[in-house]
């Protein structure tokens, strides 16, 4: 995870209620308070989403079923994850973990 990512969610967590850990927040109110546009925010949720952590929550559902997160004139409503481990990225083929490397000197 990024450094962006983790400023947007840095940002939630102060405006967000302490019992249900959430808030609502317009785009403009979000980019503005991190210092990024609102397409740079966008991309930032949709990669925290690639994590598993989106923290918006569905207002309604179309037709097909994808989730609808905010309207126009419509703060969205954000919910702060419980991050109870390490986020890694989604894997991209490979192997994630780097050689063992034996050293004996120290």
Do not use: H, N, Q
């Not at 397409?39 to 179309?62: C, H, M, N, Q």
């Not at 481990?85 to 004996?104: D, I, L, N, Q, Y």
């Amino acid at each position: 995870m990024g450094p962006t990512e983790r400023l947007v969610l840095v940002a939630l967590a102060e405006w967000a209620d302490a019992d249900d850990r959430t808030c609502w927040r317009t785009a403009a109110e979000l980019s503005g308070r991190i210092g990024i546009s609102e397409e740079g925010l966008r991309k930032s949720i949709r990669k925290l989403a690639t994590y598993g952590v989106d923290p918006r929550v569905p207002i309604a559902f179309k037709d097909d079923g994808s989730p609808v997160f905010a309207y126009r004139g419509r703060a969205t409503t954000f919910r702060i994850p419980y991050l109870t481990s390490a986020v890694e990225p989604p894997p991209k083929g490979g192997s994630a973990v780097p050689p063992f490397r034996s050293s004996t000197a120290c």
